[in-house]
Every structure is written in structure tokens, then in C-alpha cells.
Nanobody, 128 residues
Framework: EVQLVESGGGLVQAGGSLRLSCAYS????????IGWFRQAPGKEREGLSC????????YYADSVKGRFTISSDNAKNTVYLQMNLVKPEDTAVYYC?????????????????????WGKGTLVTVSS
């Protein structure tokens, strides 16, 4: 059974940093991409970043480029999202999701309905 479990959320002050983790298991496929998404109250889900399993290529949405960094540790089956210089508008539930055979890029971040499996999310609250 494919599972993705997010952790690392919490309360952080504006300007601070936070690292989210996405621990995955049960993968029976070798070619995939994992993305980070978020959803703030009353807003649509937003794609933030994604990383490829094959070559670790990455893609970022403009809203987080330069502040957030996605990385992976294949030995630990974990993908991270390092969040720096956080802002109150970063407050949201953060999700990771996997696309089997997916290719990183803007398409993955926009058409998130195409992701195959999702975690349950972790809440990040940024105080001003």
C-alpha cells in the first residue's frame, strides 16, 4: 500500500524557517515525481515544488522560488521541503503527493488532480 506521511509542521514566526518531511512507503514503481502542495483556508490548493526520482531535477512555483528548497533522501524514502523566510501568507496545510511516471514542471504543479497518491497534510502556521 502506498503511503505518504507529512511531518514537521507547526507554528513559526515570520522570517523564520521550517523543514517539512514527506516519508513515503509501499512504492512498487521506480519512476515517479513527488510534489509539495498547500491549501490555505478558503483558497484553492497550490502547487509549490516537485522533484524527480530519476535525476532529482526540481521545479518551483514563482511564489516560493528562492525561499523554499525541495530535496530527497532516497535511502530514507523521504522528501523534504526547507522553508526559509516564511511569511504569514505561507500559512496553510502542506501536502505531499506522488505522480507515477510524472515529469517535474509547471504542469504537475497546476494539474495537481493528476497526482496519484496524497498524504494527509501537516499544518504550518506563520505568525506575524
Amino acid at each position: 500500500e502506498v503511503q505518504l506521511v507529512e511531518s514537521g509542521g507547526g507554528l513559526v514566526q515570520a522570517g523564520g524557517s521550517l523543514r517539512l518531511s514527506c516519508a513515503y512507503s509501499g512504492f512498487t514503481f521506480d519512476d515517479y515525481a513527488i510534489g509539495w502542495f498547500r491549501q490555505a483556508p478558503g483558497k484553492e490548493r497550490e502547487g509549490l515544488s516537485c522533484i524527480s526520482s530519476s535525476d532529482s531535477s526540481t521545479y518551483y512555483a514563482d511564489s516560493v522560488k528562492g525561499r523554499f528548497t525541495i530535496s530527497s533522501d532516497n535511502a530514507k524514502n523521504t522528501v523534504y521541503l526547507q522553508m526559509n523566510l516564511v511569511k504569514p501568507e505561507d500559512t496553510a496545510v502542506y501536502y505531499c503527493a506522488v505522480s507515477v511516471g510524472g515529469r517535474v514542471g509547471v504542469h504537475m504543479l497546476i494539474h495537481y488532480d493528476g497526482m496519484d497518491y496524497w498524504g494527509k497534510g501537516t499544518l504550518v502556521t506563520v505568525s506575524s
